[in-house]
């Protein structure tokens, strides 16, 4: 009788310890801790952030060629003019014509090489610090925005 009572102990002890081992590894695959399993989590958790912004990055593509685009979404309520959009470290806003203006709810496209210092597979994770700067065309105020710390991410196109 008492082996029994040891053996179905030992038994619970080892069922318990593999839920507890399920459970983290659900965790740490669900916050994108090993490559290539919780990847595209981080990747739409970075779409996601990015396009609630009250300057939004909506859309984007990296590519292979170089050809990369971006397009930014005003979800303020006044027009704002964009005076520098930074993606990596590379303006875009000297590429794409200068500053732009745009309404609200309206948006306007961004165009240029961003991966010049990384080679851009197609399929490939690419992760970009943000910076922009606009100002508010009602008020005259002039705010530099880059994200808080959340990086765009995403995978390279063809």
């Not at 008492?2 to 839920?19: D, H, N, P, S």
């Not at 970075?46 to 979800?75: L, P, R």
């Not at 590379?90 to 306007?108: D, R, V, Y």
């Not at 994770?125 to 009602?138: E, I, L």
């Amino acid at each position: 009788m008492g082996i029994q009572k040891r053996a179905q102990a030992a038994t619970e002890y080892l069922i318990i310890l593999a839920v507890v081992i399920v459970i983290a590894l659900v965790v740490v695959v669900a916050m994108g801790k090993f490559p290539g399993i919780g990847k595209s989590t981080v990747g739409r958790s970075s779409a996601a952030y990015w396009s609630t912004q009250d300057v939004a990055i909506t859309d984007f593509a990296v590519s292979e060629g170089g050809d990369d685009t971006f397009v930014v979404k005003n979800n303020m309520r006044n027009p704002v003019t964009i005076n520098t959009f930074n993606i990596g470290g590379k303006n875009l806003s000297e590429t794409s014509g200068g500053q732009k203006t745009i309404g609200p709810g309206g948006s306007a496209t961004y165009t240029g090489t961003v991966a010049t210092d990384l080679t851009c597979f197609a399929g490939q994770s690419f992760v970009f610090s943000v910076s922009v700067t606009y100002t508010d065309s009602n008020t005259g105020a002039t705010y530099d925005f880059t994200g808080e710390g959340m990086k765009l991410e995403g995978t390279c196109a063809n």
